[in-house]
């Protein structure tokens, strides 16, 4: 049974939602978790990334997969790597 809390974390490609890069809130409001984050997805795994732009996965995959390997990072309430901004 997993005891990780329940998290959201938005995928982006870039520049689709967001003009800026879908991580950068993290790296002011939480520099260990934004580190963390950075060397999991984007060092260590960037083969993940790849696969999630050629739909290889999707991204409740690459939810599953970094969740799985990082059930320590949930010491926020939120992973949020986008915020979407709608202009009507």
């Not at 329940?6 to 002011?28: G, M, T, Y």
Request: some cysteine; aromatic content about 14%.
């Amino acid at each position: 049974m997993n005891n990780c809390s329940k998290n959201i974390l938005f995928l982006d490609f870039n520049r689709v939602i967001s003009f800026d890069p879908f991580w950068k809130s993290l790296e002011v409001n939480n520099t260990e978790l934004f580190n963390r984050i950075e060397d999991f997805l984007f060092k260590k795994n960037r083969q993940i990334i790849r696969d999630w732009m050629t739909g290889v996965y999707s991204s409740e995959d690459v939810h599953h997969i970094f969740s799985k390997e990082n059930c320590a990072l949930t010491t926020t309430k939120y992973l949020i790597f986008s915020k979407k901004t709608v202009k009507i």
